[in-house]
């Protein structure tokens, strides 16, 4: 049964940083390329970044290059989001998603209906 489990939100100020996890079982971690999405309050949901099965190639959004950086540990299974400068636009609930299959580029046109984790809530203010 696939599981995916987000942690390492909570409040920050702007300017702040904070890195996401999301620890990945029940199926075969290092075939799948994996994304993060977010949807902030009365929002829909958001591609942030995704990144290749051996971490050969990462794609991120426009709105947090350069701030956001996507990475994973596939003998740990577990996927990363270090989230640097943070903005009040950057409020959400942050979720990760199984891609459904190795290379990123399927998972865009499809963040929508992917499996993703419960999600962890990141406030920023002041």
């Known amino acids: 049964q696939v599981q995916l489990v987000e942690s390492g939100g909570g409040l920050v100020q702007p300017g702040e940083t904070l890195r996401l996890s999301c620890a990945a079982s029940?199926?075969?971690?290092?075939?799948?390329?994996m994304t993060w999405v977010r949807q902030a309050p009365g929002k829909g949901l958001e591609w942030v970044s995704g990144i290749n099965s051996f971490q050969s190639s990462t794609i991120t959004a426009d709105s947090v290059k350069g701030r956001f950086t996507i990475s994973r540990d596939n003998a740990k299974m577990t996927l990363y989001l270090q989230m640097n400068s943070l903005n009040s636009e950057d409020t959400a609930v942050y979720y990760c998603?199984?891609?459904?299959?190795?290379?990123?580029?399927?998972?865009?046109?499809?963040?929508?209906?992917?499996?993703r984790g419960q999600g962890t809530q990141v406030t920023v203010s002041s």
């Open positions: 998603a199984k891609c459904p299959e190795a290379y990123v580029g399927s998972c865009q046109s499809v963040f929508k209906s992917l499996l």
């Open positions: 029940g199926f075969a971690f290092s075939n799948y390329a």
